[in-house]
């Protein structure tokens, strides 16, 4: 578990007593549990935007319309609205009433909140993929950030839809035949989904870049990092982390790329292909780790096949980004509009999901 609570966190407040909130449950339903905190958190901001609005001849009608319609879009529109919302509460503690007492409790999630989900390849590719498409469909304004190892490391080093082809792990000690799932085009077919591929050893502007677009971005987001390992056979205590990074965007073998819906609803392509071409084979990169390298002295045959088919994975898969972020991509107001598909009464239905 990334930032465990025992015997110590990475997580801490400010001299406010402001700062994250964590929380786990089972490893498999991470992105399920996420999504109960967002829907929790908008229930409760909902209910009291209804409450304020009975007290606004109590509270003041500016301070009302200000603390409704306040635009937090952007860190200072935030510190405006924790400021209103300190004097809301200082008002309220004045006020008894019904509804009152129900505000003050919940007051603090008219200030805008951040939902962000953490969780390794294992769960996200894998066992957990289930979840993680269905809070990525609901459309909520969540943040998922996947801390791609390509193997289950938590539980010792074990095989996951991840491992990309002809590396050693458990369940695939003769390296792995096929190849590593897309996780980040899969969610890209959606539409509405902000997705990024991130690689902070090999270009860390472009990580911050992602991140911050992600925050800011009023729907689901995903950022697929690319983060090294010791089950990869390399030597950490050397720091080599972020050369490997390198090696394997430099390779080909890792994207760097951002889909932003936005730009498709400004005309412009939602895809930008941050990574150039190639500069090194992709067995270049393999065999500086030995989870690729151990394959060429047990079964040195598969290992040579293997790696002349990640080359060739590798070279289709930037051909396809490539000609994906190269599309032209029409406004709204340059296409036209799409007739509307006749209506079968005996197969129309509704559902409402939460």
């Known amino acids: 578990i990334y930032g465990g609570n025992l015997p110590t966190t990475p997580y801490t407040t400010n001299q406010c007593g402001r700062g994250p909130t964590w929380a786990n449950s089972l490893f498999e339903d991470n992105a399920e549990f996420g999504l109960g905190f967002r829907v929790s958190i908008d229930k409760q901001r909902e209910f009291a935007s209804e409450l304020i609005k009975k007290l606004a001849t109590q509270l003041g009608d500016d301070l009302v319309t200000d603390i409704l319609q306040a ?3 952007n860190e200072v529109g935030i510190y405006d609205q924790r400021e209103r919302v300190t004097a809301l509460k200082a008002k309220l503690a004045g006020i008894d009433s019904p509804e009152a007492n129900l505000l ?6 008219l200030v805008k909140k951040s939902v962000w989900i953490l969780g390794g390849d294992g769960w996200a590719y894998d066992i957990g993929y289930g979840g993680l498409d269905h809070v990525l ?3 909520r304004d969540i943040n998922v950030l996947v801390m791609d190892t390509e193997v289950y490391s938590n539980t010792g080093g074990q095989m996951s839809k ?3 082809r002809g590396a050693v792990a458990k369940f695939a000690a003769g390296g792995k035949p096929a190849g590593k799932k897309d996780l980040g085009l899969i969610a890209m077919t959606y539409g509405h989904i902000y997705v990024a591929s991130v690689a902070m050893g090999a270009k860390d502007e472009h990580t911050l870049r992602a991140f911050v677009e992600a925050e800011s971005y009023p729907g689901p987001s995903l950022i697929i990092a690319y983060s090294h390992c010791i089950a990869h056979g390399i030597a950490l205590d050397q720091g080599v982390g972020a050369r490997q990074q390198k090696l394997a965007v430099d390779s080909g073998q890792w994207l760097l790329y951002r889909f932003d819906p936005r730009r498709a609803e400004a005309g412009e392509n939602p895809l930008q292909l941050d990574s150039g ?7 270049d990169y393999m065999m500086s780790e030995n989870r690729f390298k151990m394959l060429t002295k047990s079964k040195p045959d598969d290992a040579k096949k293997y790696f002349a088919q990640a080359q060739v994975d590798a070279d289709k898969r930037w051909k396809l980004y490539q000609s994906m972020a190269q599309r032209d991509i029409k406004s709204p107001a340059d296409s036209p509009a799409p007739s509307a598909p006749p209506v079968s009464r005996a197969t129309t239905s509704t559902r409402s999901i939460v």
């Open 71 to 73: 635009d937090q879009s």
């Open 104 to 109: 003050k409790p919940i007051a603090d999630t």
């Open 137 to 139: 469909a609901n459309g």
């Open 162 to 164: 991840s491992t990309p």
């Open 277 to 283: 071409a190639a500069k090194i084979k992709v067995q």
